[in-house]
Structures are given as C-alpha cells and as structure tokens.
C-alpha cells in the first residue's frame, strides 16, 4: 500500500501530481476521485482525461459513503432521512421533550431548523446523550431532544448522515464492498466531523494506493488521521503575484521582496471610492498595452458592488459585460448556434421557433 499526503499553498503544484496519480493508477484499474463538490471532481477529472471517462468514479466523502452503505441500510429497512424529514422529526421531538432551559423560545420558527442542524452535528460528531447530560445549563435538554431523536430514527427506520457513514465505515473496514481496494484520489476533501474522519481512514486502510492533495494549513490533520509525514511541495517564486500565492494561507512572516507590478494591493474608504480605483487600474493597463477584452474583474457580493461598478466603468469610458457566471448549457451560447442552424437549413420555422425560445 502507498500512502501519501502532498500540501502546497500552490493548487497548481497539488494538481500536477493529483494528474500523475490518476494517469499511472487509471491506466491499470478503476479510481476513485472525491472533492468537495461532484462538480470540482468532475472539472479535475475532465481537464486531464483524453480518454473515456468510465472507470473514475468521481464524488464527495458523503455521496461515497452513501454509496458504499446504501444496500446494507436498504436490506435493514431504512430509508435516507431528507432534509425536509429531518426538520420535521426536530420539530416532534420538541413537542415530546420536557424542556427547561429551551422552553422559551422552543415555540419560535427557526427552532426546529436550528435544533435539526445541532442534531446533526452531535451525532457526526459521535457525541451521546450521556456526554451532554453534564455540560452546563442546556446539556439536559440537549441530552433529552438527542435521545428522543435517536429513539425516533430507530423507530422509524430513518437513516441519517451519521447512520450512513457508521454504515460505510463498517463495511469499509471489512473490505466487503466493490469501492473499498480501489485507488483513491483526495483533493483538497476537508474532514468535517469524527463519523467522516473514521470513514476516510477505514476506506484508505484499505485502499492500494491513496494520495491526499490539501492546503497547507490542514495537513497536520491528515497526518494525524492517516499517521503518515505529509511532503510539503515547494514552488519557486519568480514574482510579487507567486509570492502571494505561496504564502496566501501561511503562518509564517512573508520575506521582503522588491515589488513589482505583477501584483498590487489598495484600500478605498468605501465601494464607490474602491470602484473608482479598480477604474484606473483598468486604465493604467490598457495604456500599457493591454486590451479591455484580457482583463476581467472578480466580485465577491456582486450585489453590494455591481452598481457602483458598472458608474465608475462608464465614467471612465471603459466597456464592461456583467456576468453572474456561466450556466451549462449557457442560454446565450444556445440562442447562437439555434441562429447558425437556422441560417444554413434556409430559416426553416422550427429553427427559427427553436432560437425564439
């Protein structure tokens, strides 16, 4: 078994070597891919693949667990508790519960959503009834709404999160699953709670190959989870921009450089003040020979920024296309090629009904 944990504040180091992973594993058996999101495992995946797809199986830590416990949780009777369900079954045992120090606002709305969210994350946690009876004022009505939603759960045949992966880590550890001895591929998965931790370690147990790709702050939990020395992967910074990017996430005091203009930082009182600022950096690059069309400006609260924005573009006479970011399939982009199929068959109504729409 090869056990590997990699970290860079750099993701364009982490994922060189995530791409000779999944090349040198893929080429001889199937992989699995987990990241935060199915869609990031999808884009990683994609950008390197010149092959058929079939064979990398790309998810999260949760949908994996799931997987792996579905027919064992099916053949018991249980059935995936959703979201929905489980607000309801928080918002019953409030009604079942003798409480005392939550009876005051136990009548509120946002209760059962903020008593579901607690559940939850004390069952993930592995956290019983009997830790909580002890812990200041609110550990007994805790203790008790945590008891009576365990109590409903068993009744109902209702498997929740914790359910799922104490399942798939069961399972995991003895190996008795199609996923379980395949090579495993972790970008950047970030371990939220114990009953994730427990599965992740028993599935890389496991495994014959297991690479973990993280940023640098957290990899001394997976060396702590996987007991394996994480390699740090250095990359040479050449530039202002490359220094910011190595020690974005660092702890460490960043050594001194010469600046440069390949990256600069401003503070503005205001978003207005701020915009006009982004307006004449805008202008200060096109003067030195970069056209408008190869700059591009990030908004993190696009609705706190666009307005004044789009003034201190129009002042400066700079054009501007405002995106909320792209769609698959993009409607534009769409609308477009309904019009070129419609211009090459002679504009036939349907095509042309096709682009209307």
């Not at 005051?104 to 959503?113: E, K, N, S, T």
């Not at 910074?237 to 001194?256: C, K, M, R, V, Y």
């Amino acid at each position: 078994m090869s056990l590997e944990i990699l970290h860079s504040p750099r993701n364009d180091a982490l994922l060189d070597r995530a791409a000779a992973f999944l090349r040198e594993h893929f080429a001889r058996t199937e992989v699995i891919v987990a990241a935060p999101t199915r869609e990031a495992a999808d884009d990683f995946v994609r950008s390197i693949a010149d092959t058929a797809l079939i064979g990398i199986h790309r998810t999260t830590v949760d949908y994996l667990a799931a997987a792996i416990a579905q027919r064992e949780l099916y053949s018991r009777g249980y059935a995936p508790l959703s979201t929905l369900a489980h607000e309801a079954l928080a918002a019953r045992v409030i009604q079942q519960a003798q409480l005392t120090y939550f009876a005051p606002v136990a009548a509120f709305p946002g209760f059962p959503r903020a008593l579901g969210r607690t559940l939850r994350d004390l069952r993930l946690g592995r956290i019983t009834p009997e830790n909580l009876r002890m812990i200041g004022s609110s550990g007994p009505d805790l203790a008790n709404l945590l008891a009576l939603y365990e109590a409903e759960l068993s009744t109902r045949l209702l498997a929740d999160q914790e359910m799922r992966f104490s399942t798939a880590t069961a399972i995991a550890a003895d190996a008795t699953d199609p996923f379980c001895g395949l090579p495993l591929l972790l970008l950047d998965v970030a371990l939220e709670s114990q009953a994730a931790r427990d599965f992740v370690a028993a599935l890389a147990s496991k495994s014959p190959a297991v690479l973990v790709v993280s940023q640098s702050a957290v990899a001394g939990e997976w060396e702590e989870l996987l007991g394996v020395a994480a390699t740090e992967i250095r990359t040479e910074t050449t530039s202002g921009l490359d220094a910011a990017q190595n020690h974005l996430f660092s702890n460490e005091i960043i050594p001194s450089r010469t600046p440069d203009p390949s990256c600069g930082i401003f503070s503005a009182p205001g978003p207005a003040l701020e915009a006009v600022e982004i307006a004449r950096t805008l202008r200060d690059a096109a003067r030195d020979g970069m056209p408008f069309d190869s700059m591009a400006i990030l908004m993190r609260k696009p609705a706190h920024y666009q307005q004044v924005l789009e003034e201190a573009l129009r002042r400066a006479r700079i054009p501007a296309h405002f995106t909320r970011g792209t769609r698959r399939p993009d409607a534009s982009g769409r609308a477009f090629l309904a019009l070129l199929h419609c211009t090459r068959e002679g504009f036939p109504a349907s095509r042309f009904a096709e682009y209307l729409s």
